[in-house]
């Protein structure tokens, strides 16, 4: 079992910046992706982007330039850098871990961004 804790959501305005953490805790060597995915109010959830064990990265062409993720392999956890953030970004962050043939989620952190 692998468990998830996001932090670092919140409210910003538009131009502004978040960082969001993704802390690991269990089965953590079993994880060869890490990804930060969200959802907004009426839509279906989305890939925002992914880290694999390896180091590759991989981002949701909306969010190219703008977000970048990382990994802390001592402190077991997932960055997800946001800058230049816009009122479309608003939604809940999510924190998603897969290894193979299981994948788990985090609780979900809110990110709010006004005009």
């Known amino acids: 079992q692998v468990q998830l804790v996001e932090s670092g959501g919140g409210l910003v305005q538009a131009g502004g910046s978040l960082r969001l953490s993704c802390a690991a805790a269990g089965s953590i060597s079993s994880i060869n992706v890490m990804g930060w995915y969200r959802q907004a109010p009426g839509k279906q959830r989305e890939l925002v982007a992914t880290f694999t064990s390896d180091g590759r990265t991989n981002y949701a062409d909306s969010v190219k330039g703008r977000f970048t993720i990382s990994g802390d392999n001592a402190k077991n956890t997932v960055y997800l850098q946001m800058n230049s953030l816009k009122p479309e970004d608003t939604a809940v962050y999510y924190c998603?871990?897969?290894?193979?043939?299981?994948?788990?989620w985090g609780q979900g952190t809110q990110v709010t961004v006004s005009s």
């Open positions: 998603r871990a897969m290894s193979i043939g299981r994948n788990y």
